[in-house]
């Protein structure tokens, strides 16, 4: 969706794939907010999953993208905030599903797992699927 900001932030273990999906999320007409890191300097993740999560509470964006270098340390410090649903995905059926049944607000991704096509093919599905409702959102309500 044009004019939509999507939050990003990463590790070191993402900061490769974070530059790549940033330029995409650009290219798309997206506005991104880039919460670091900023090189390939050793960060702690849980750090920038926080960051994100606070962007994500206070407006700046309503989705955004996480990157570590598995996508586990990272999706399970974001998963502590209860407003956010952070989906780890490996390829555009967890992409579409996580969207469909989840309701996911936090795309993350393995900078060292997962190839960058891969990723970007991920990016694309998770923006452009919309969830589905009904039971799913019942499922939802039970963890809030
Ligand atoms: C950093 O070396 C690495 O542990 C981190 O990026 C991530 O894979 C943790 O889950």
């Not at 607000?105 to 060292?112: D, E, I, P, S």
């Amino acid at each position: 969706m044009p004019n939509e900001v999507i939050a990003i932030a990463c590790d070191h273990g993402g900061f490769d794939f974070k530059e790549i999906l940033k330029s995409d999320l650009e290219k798309m007409g997206y506005e991104v907010a880039d919460l670091g890191c900023n090189d390939s300097s050793s960060v702690d993740y849980p750090d920038y999953a926080d960051k994100l999560a606070d962007a994500l509470k206070v407006g700046v964006a309503k989705r955004g993208v996480l990157i570590c270098g598995s996508g586990i340390g990272i999706s399970i410090a974001a998963n502590r905030h209860l407003h956010v649903r952070a989906a780890l995905v490996h390829d555009a059926l967890t992409a579409r599903l996580c969207r469909e049944h989840n309701n996911a607000n936090v795309l993350v991704l393995g900078g060292r797992t997962t190839g960058i096509a891969v990723a970007q093919d991920c990016l694309k599905v998770f923006l452009d699927t919309d969830f589905e409702g009904d039971r799913h959102q019942r499922r939802i309500d039970k963890m809030s």
